[in-house]
């Protein structure tokens, strides 16, 4: 297995990577980007930040927030912590974990050290992606279900291999990377709630360049890292999770977040956009969903923003308005008390059935008119391609404003890039 | 438990602490600096030196081996994978780890960060000291046995106390510091045989040194990080692990390596030592130990200097012979070959003998009048201080000659010092 993956991470080429695959691929550096400059200013990205830009040092690659260059370590903490800071990233539910927030902050630190091109930085990412969300799903439930946050997890080992082959590490250098992530690699699901969460991308990615740069170097380590930390860390092993690589790429189905609200109101907001009313009119909505997500976000009468991202009754409300879900200020403490969006909010009936897929939601919006008009909106369905570009732009565009045209277009043009660097000067 | 141990490393005063507690600290200190400076040449050491100098950044701190100040977290990376490069500091059986080669690591380098007195690192490697141990026999055999490397998990969470201390952090930011480190502990037994080994104390070092700066920074975490972490990692949560914290201070009972070779030929070499016999007169050998120790350090005729340290014959030809066994050079590949060596190491037999407890060896040596001497020791029965010191201070001589001197004599004066200038001057 690990012999599969260093062979993968090695090998990988560009150029043999199914259309598909790069699109998502780009779009998730679009998100990631984004949601990180969105991000720049929440308390965990300025601590983290803080710290080390207080330590300096050598100017390798650039951090979200501060114009100066730091080592690539540094960077990658400060990147992975600032870009989940929202946690408004994308996910894989093949392993449960977060994989852009990792893999981007890592392997684009270590790109700028090594003065990479475009298509080897886009090599690497897609070299992390891939082994983050096998690895993770070789690790299992079983390990999500001990206590483990995949994210920062499996986050790491893929980063290890992403982060190894822009150092040119050969075949022995790797696997003795992953050796050293085996010891390393860290994150425990009792974070969610705190900026420990964010805190875990930040550190999976750093630990990822740390392992990486210290194998390079000649460290020796445990040959059968992976093995090893499955075995400490309730991982169920299945090697299934390995099957098609570098043919099939699961980077294809990663999910991206379209709402700045909990992913359980999601389907609801999806099933409302597939029908056209006019606010005014309505005089009732009716929300089914899976009763397991009544426990998480259905608060009834929700008074703060936060709150609100909760609260299946005031997203509702904010999109029949016309807001946009998608952007971060649509859940403002102001909107809870708004007299307008209170009276929608107090249309919508949330009801439980067991019948209902986990990702699924099905909306009856009735009107003036008497004629209630339905939808059904299930996550687990793909969405075209074409239809993820749109969105995925128009998120960025919420939270970036006009930036997001330009990183757009570097991120398009990235796999002919001899440098990095126009894209970075869009970013940082 | 938290807050108990929040307490304790908070309020800790060093003019409680009784007198032999903190001759063995400063005896664990002196042994630390030893086996650092005598290690700053090991592959692992120049290694993750070079990393660090690489990176640069804020002088904060010394590293071994280096002429230079980097940032604390950086310092106490290098300083704790060079410290335990040797594999030759001490070790705590209550937990089954290495607590200086962590404690002093980070605690001296958040010391130098904020400018302490000799007191005030003192108190806080004491705290790191206690702590560690205690949270180690906390979380107990089940984690160690679960593939754990205690110096590195147990230590990671003494040594963010330690340092949180030093940093000033208040109640909260303790458990948060706490909390953070949690998320960041790792290290795995896996390691064992490979430079994973040191670098796993070198990552808990820097890890205690991290969660501490950030926590004081305001990072939020998981409340009761402790038990998030021992839930997850085979913990036993033993709450006896506690008893008497702040009055009975288990530092005291921690153990010095004397000999540089595998501990499992200890005993045999202090069961030599209490016989007088000269190496001319010798005719046989009989060594009794528990055969467990037969298939670790029983090689019959080694060929190399790492393999007599893992050799009873050769250990008792170099002690027969007068040559130190607790000097590295000791164990040589030209004395593997040497004939009066091997002359003596053919007199040896080792025989298992399970009546025998673990940390014992029975000795009996015949001479040329055929008349037997035997001797016996036990590992788990207590030095006299006197004698401990005089054992440690020997070492440390044959570890870095004069140096040894005036490094033993900053550390007396420690608890004095109001600035750590002259202790740092000996060590970098």
């Not at 990233?89 to 890592?106: E, K, M, Q, R």
């Not at 690895?135 to 980063?159: D, K, N, P, Q």
């Not at 609200?261 to 006019?278: I, N, Q, R, S, Y």
């Not at 009754?313 to 809870?336: E, I, K």
Request: hydrophobic fraction near 45%.
């Amino acid at each position: 297995m690990t012999d599969a993956l260093t062979g993968f991470a090695r090998n990988l080429n560009w150029t043999d990577v199914p259309q598909d695959t790069r699109d998502v691929l780009r779009l998730s550096l679009l998100d990631w980007a984004s949601v990180a400059l969105a991000g720049v200013e929440e308390p965990v990205s300025v601590a983290v930040r803080d710290m080390v830009l207080a330590e300096g040092g050598l100017g390798a690659a650039y951090v979200f927030g501060a114009d100066v260059t730091l080592p690539a370590r540094a960077a990658a903490l400060a990147n992975g912590s600032t870009s989940h800071a929202l946690d408004y990233d994308d996910t894989h539910f093949l392993h449960i974990g977060h994989p852009s927030v990792v893999v981007f902050s890592a392997t684009l630190a270590a790109a700028q050290q090594v003065g990479a091109t475009g298509q080897a930085f886009l090599e690497a990412a897609l070299v992390g992606f891939e082994a983050s969300c096998r690895i993770g799903a070789w690790l299992g439930r079983s390990h999500y279900e001990a206590g483990f946050h995949m994210t920062a997890t499996a986050g790491c080992f893929g980063v290890t291999l992403g982060a190894a082959r822009l150092l040119g590490a050969d075949a022995v250098q790797m696997r003795a990377a992953l050796g050293l992530a085996s010891t390393r690699a860290s994150g425990l699901k009792a974070q969610f709630g705190s900026m420990g969460k964010p805190y875990n991308a930040g550190l999976a990615a750093a630990n990822g360049v740390e392992a990486a740069l210290l194998a390079v170097a000649g460290m020796t380590s445990d040959a059968d890292g992976l093995a090893s930390f499955a075995a400490g860390h309730a991982g169920a092993m299945d090697a299934a999770a390995f099957d098609g690589m570098g043919q099939v790429f699961v980077t294809e189905t990663v999910s991206h977040k379209l709402h700045a609200c909990c992913h359980g109101t999601h389907a609801t907001l999806e099933a409302l956009a597939l029908l056209e009313v006019d606010a005014q009119e309505v005089t009732s909505v009716s929300v089914a969903v899976h009763p397991r997500w009544l426990k998480v976000c259905n608060k009834p009468a929700p008074t703060t923003g936060l709150e609100a991202k909760f609260s299946y009754r005031m997203c509702v409300a904010l999109a029949l308005s016309g807001l946009d879900t998608g952007a971060l200020d649509s859940f403002s403490d102001a909107n809870c008390t708004d007299a307008d969006l209170c009276r929608l909010r107090d249309l919508v009936r949330v009801v439980g059935d067991a019948g209902m897929a986990d990702g699924a939601a099905h909306v009856t919006v009735t009107c003036h008119d008497d004629m209630p008009r339905q939808s059904r909106y299930d996550l687990d369905q793909p969405m075209p391609l074409e239809m993820r570009r749109k969105r995925v732009l128009a998120k960025s565009g919420s939270l970036i404003g006009p930036q997001s045209q330009t990183v757009w277009q570097q991120v398009q043009d990235l796999e002919r890039s001899r440098t990095l660097d126009s894209l970075i000067a869009t970013l940082f």
